[in-house]
């Protein structure tokens, strides 16, 4: 399916779990070596799937140092050095490529390295879709003209907000924040705005942190029954009448009649986060 909606050019390769540091980064090519007569290197997989796609399988398996090794590629694009050039320069290897993670774990303690997932930008969880309804899905037009994203303007205040819930739902890393600002731009360019509106920052996040919907609406504490039953008015005189109006104290639904909610969407979710309606 991923390669039906890519170039036919580009590069895809699979790392499989046990892939060693020799394997990312190329190794000595013996065979080749011994028939030309002259030292030969293998191309390593980084190498390979430069401006291509990394499938990564089983990434929960990862070892960690393989995951440091593709994350550091991933920052300096290039492919880390455990060898001299052939010709003896110091130029590096480029290795620009994307990454797509599965995580294919069966118990909570088995996650992606930190340092793999840390630089992965989306989070999409395929629980319960089947097959048939991602082969029969319709991807949207892509617009005529494309807005730059870099273009694209963001509030500081709808900033600080996606900020604010990131960090309520435990994502504080530097890199989510980054990518929650990029992901939030880049759906105002593809929708043709050049300012990032508040439903472009619920999807990024959604999309980037993988925030999921636990309850409904968040648990509230039920109330007893002394607090259910109105109390009674107290005993007035003749000479100073009262009203039900003044003995009742409002309640919590004419308090909130009397002052309608102002939170809009972002403030809610992060209110929602903060109850622990959302994980």
Known sequence: HVRSIMPPSTPILRLAPGASAAS?????????TTSQGRVVWEE??????????????MAERLEPATAAIVAEAMDMRTCPRLRPQPDGSDR???????????????????????????????????DGIAWRAVV??????????????????????????????????????????????????IL???????VVLPEDGLVALRICLG?????????????SAQSQSPPSPPETGAGDPATDTDTMPPTPQSQAEEQPLSFDALSELRAAIESGAID
Do not use: K, M, N, Y
């Open 92 to 126: 590096p290897v480029p290795a620009c490529f994307s990454v797509i993670a599965l995580d294919e774990a069966a118990e909570p303690e088995e996650i992606v390295p930190t340092a793999l997932s840390d630089r992965l930008g989306l989070h999409v969880t395929l």
């Open 136 to 185: 029969s899905a319709v991807a949207p037009p892509r617009p005529q003209t494309l807005r730059d994203w870099q273009s694209v303007i963001i509030d500081d205040l709808l900033l600080e907000q996606l900020f604010a819930i990131a960090t309520s739902g435990g994502h504080a890393s530097l890199r989510a924040l980054l990518h929650l600002v990029r992901v939030s731009r």
């Open 188 to 194: 105002a360019a593809i929708a043709g705005r050049s």
């Open 211 to 223: 925030i999921r919907l636990l309850h409904g609406e968040p648990e509230t504490r039920p109330q």
């Open 24 to 32: 990312l980064c190329g190794r000595l090519d013996i065979a080749q």
């Open 44 to 57: 390593g997989i980084l190498a390979a799937v430069d401006h291509g796609l990394l499938v990564i399988p």
